[in-house]
């Protein structure tokens, strides 16, 4: 895992047999923080690469379809997201696009390492262009501290943009964790998190995610589906997670009229993105 | 490109600075025939691996998604298809998923290398469980030469599953051939090619192949994209083609009753392959 000799930055899952490779020019940036190695590459056709324990988090190119997929579907299924936390996050790619929607009065994000956040505002300025709006706060603490803390009932939306489950990110995906969110989420609030690959993961991340969603209290949960090509598979999803109501509907009128860019997210994308493979209609039985 | 000394079998794209890494265990078997190189692979997870001239082709594990999205769409889409065409496909599993439909009276697969069906046949059963089926023809010859000769109208569904656009493949993504697919189909005919990746090639290929189409005499041009694995981004594309009609509607009612398996077709998989990202709206403008 890593750089290779050949020009070629390699990540592979011996476990799942598979892995992505990226042709880069030169490393940019190392760096070992508290919790995580920190590298940023310059790749031949796809930016810059952003690499934290030998596992790539994302591409200059290809980070749209993950960012724009995690963020706008829950909040046009939100009712009127007025009050934001990411946990996680640190690259501040999922703040931007939380950002663009002017009805969001305030978005907190909880990353526990400062490390990534201040390699990527020297590295992807572009992800970081809404770190200086005022209805933004950085925070860099443990995010399951932080959502215990919180006041009852006091978030719209709750963003879980976290790394794989091992190191730092581990906690996240737990039954106490996801009791914690839902405790801290409005009646109308709505969770998503990352849940890996659809065809590498459904029977055990994917599932695990959904069921400790569940076990945490929440009543609906959908998985959405969409592509990210730094990932293993390039086939990924989301699930959100809320207190009732059904989360495949969204309000199609606003997302339609939304004034702000998006390059993959759209009302028929995001209709698109709640669509069950075949294989998957078992365990996706809210959509 | 090929299996390393390191028991992982590497497919890199120097251009667009991508590749894909499957761990095999060994090599089962290599051929050259007239016209390409033959690998086939044991993989540790994703079964059995075909490579043609270096390029992965299909996993034993993955193929269902490409194989399914190139042939059912276009057979729900067209009202009654009943003479099937396949180009290339040599492999089998496309003729496999066309002869699911009842409908179809008869499907001819025409690949010029018989070498790769042979190989199919003794490495990859499961896509050749519909070759002894009556309603199927598998001729070896030049599938441009055989489109030129058909007798004009007289194909409902025409489906190109081909290589890339390099080597024995590279005709059957011009204006001419598209001419030749329009003229043997009747006038609800409808084609569908593969036409590679949306994020990788919609500046290049997949804009090309939709202007061939055009320029062939295609009114109606559509693109459908789902997750393919083993193909580089994991983010395919297949676009269909008609005379007239409304290419984005398809027999939802025969689609969702239909009595066959499928893995990852299903009506809304089916809609959801239909969605245009905002990035791609400039060029699907049919749908």
């Known amino acids: 895992m890593g750089q290779g000799e050949d020009g070629w930055f390699t990540e592979r899952d011996d476990d799942e047999g598979i892995g992505l490779t990226l042709r880069v020019r030169r490393k940019l940036h190392e760096e070992q ?3 995580q190695r920190i590298e940023v590459y310059e790749t031949t056709s796809w ?13 200059s190119r290809d980070n749209f379809t993950y960012h724009e997929m995690m963020a706008h579907p829950v909040l046009f299924t939100h009712p009127h997201p007025r009050r934001v936390v ?11 696009e939380v950002m663009k929607h002017p009805g969001v009065e305030e978005c907190v994000q909880v990353d526990i390492d400062e490390g990534v956040t201040r390699a990527a505002e020297r590295w992807f300025p572009e992800l970081c262009s809404a770190n200086d709006d005022p209805r933004a706060h950085l925070l ?4 399951i501290e932080y959502v215990r803390r919180l006041e009852p009932g006091s978030v719209d939306v709750m963003i879980v943009d976290s790394t794989d489950p091992v190191g730092p990110a581990v906690g996240l995906f737990g039954k106490d964790f996801m009791a914690s969110v ?3 989420l409005a009646g109308d609030g709505l969770m998503v998190q990352q849940s890996e690959s659809p065809i590498l993961h459904l029977d055990s991340l994917l599932r695990d995610v959904r069921t400790a969603m569940r076990d945490g209290g929440f009543a609906r949960v959908v998985t959405l ?3 990210v090509v730094g990932y293993p598979s390039g086939w ?3 699930t959100m997670a809320g207190k009732g109501g059904d989360l495949t509907r969204f309000r199609e009128s606003d997302a339609g009229a939304r004034a702000f860019t998006t390059r993959y997210y759209n009302c028929a994308t995001h209709r698109a993105a709640l669509a069950v493979p075949e294989f998957c209609r078992e365990l996706l039985t809210d959509q």
Request: aromatic share 12%; charged share 20%; glycine share 18%.
């Open 33 to 35: 923080t508290p919790y």
């Open 182 to 184: 839902h405790r801290a």
């Open 225 to 227: 589906q969409f592509p």
């Open 236 to 238: 990924w999803s989301a």
């Open 47 to 59: 930016g810059r690469l952003l690499v934290l324990d030998g596992y790539v988090m994302l591409t």
């Open 140 to 143: 860099f603490e443990d995010g």
């Open 86 to 96: 990411i946990i996680g996050g640190g690259d501040c790619g999922m703040l931007r």
